[in-house]
């Protein structure tokens, strides 16, 4: 492949969307963790309500930074769309929930993981689900 072909790749704006929601959960998956460490560990919460709750957390703070960063071409600036946009992505990720507590329970019960290696598992997993739904619906992007 040549280097315009590569650097066509690498610059398309779906490429570049996707990179930057890993980014932006990657950050938000050591959030999450470390409160869910937290709630486990010093609050002593069972490791399922204290992901749910990790979860909500995070869940703000990404669509603050994906709104900024990674579809600031789409970007809410009015508050009432601000507010449409925050309600869409918890309903994207509120749908996700399920799905990435399902996989931890499961990675936890079935597969004998740690709950924190099987949290990042479940987020990795789950994350390719938010990204479709997220991209799609939250920011309407083709």
Do not use: C, K
């Not at 079935?110 to 598992?121: D, P, T």
């Not at 789950?126 to 990204?131: A, D, H, K, N, V």
């Amino acid at each position: 492949m040549g280097d315009s072909t590569y650097r066509n790749v690498v610059e398309h704006p779906t490429v570049v969307r996707l990179y930057r929601f890993g980014l932006v959960g990657a950050s938000a998956a050591l959030v999450q963790t470390g409160v869910l460490w937290l709630l486990v560990e010093w609050v002593g919460l069972n490791y399922l309500v204290a992901a749910t709750l990790a979860i909500e957390l995070t869940i703000v703070l990404q669509f603050v930074a994906n709104n900024a960063w990674t579809f600031q071409h789409a970007r809410y600036t009015a508050r009432y769309d601000y507010l449409v946009g925050l309600l869409r992505t918890n309903l994207v990720r509120g749908s996700a929930i399920p799905i990435q507590l399902a996989l931890l329970w499961a990675f936890v019960n079935w597969a004998g993981l740690v709950y924190l290696l099987a949290n990042g598992i479940a987020i990795f997993v789950s994350g390719l689900y938010r990204y479709y739904l997220d991209s799609r619906w939250t920011w309407q992007i083709a």
